[in-house]
Nanobody, 126 residues
Framework: VQLQASGGGVVQTGDSLRLSCVAS????????VGWFRQGLGKEREFVAS??????????DYVDSVKGRFTISRDNSKNTVYLQMNQLKLEDTAVYYC??????????????????WGQGTQVTVSS
């Protein structure tokens, strides 16, 4: 499975961005997908996840983005989106999408995902 993340950019506080994670080489509906981010000098952290369709497609978010970010998927396009609203300075990071076909638990942990995209930079300025 190859993942291509895109949609990052430079925005101001309060603006919105939508990140996309496009998969190739697999039926994406069978994969649980997570978004992670890593700020400069910080550890990679979990942002959001969406279970594969057979798993109900349920979503999860880190507390700091709840109510502002929405993860969704369009299986017909092999794409998972991360809609980011009300962006804050602390959202600045490289955002990565990750996928796994068998992940059931610990979806907030990086090792649960076998496949990773290359990352897309999100910079929020005041």
């Amino acid at each position: 499975v190859q993942l291509q993340a895109s949609g990052g950019g430079v925005v101001q506080t309060g603006d919105s961005l939508r990140l996309s994670c496009v998969a190739s080489g697999a039926t994406f509906s069978r994969y649980t997908v997570g978004w992670f981010r890593q700020g400069l000098g910080k550890e990679r952290e979990f942002v959001a996840s969406i279970r594969r369709s057979a798993g109900g497609g349920t979503t999860d978010y880190v507390d700091s983005v709840k109510g502002r970010f929405t993860i969704s998927r369009d299986n017909s396009k092999n794409t998972v989106y991360l809609q980011m609203n009300q962006l804050k300075l602390e959202d600045t990071a490289v955002y990565y999408c990750a996928a796994d076909s068998s992940a059931l638990w610990s979806l907030r942990r990086s090792p649960s995902y076998a496949y990773w995209g290359q990352g897309t930079q999100v910079t929020v300025s005041s």
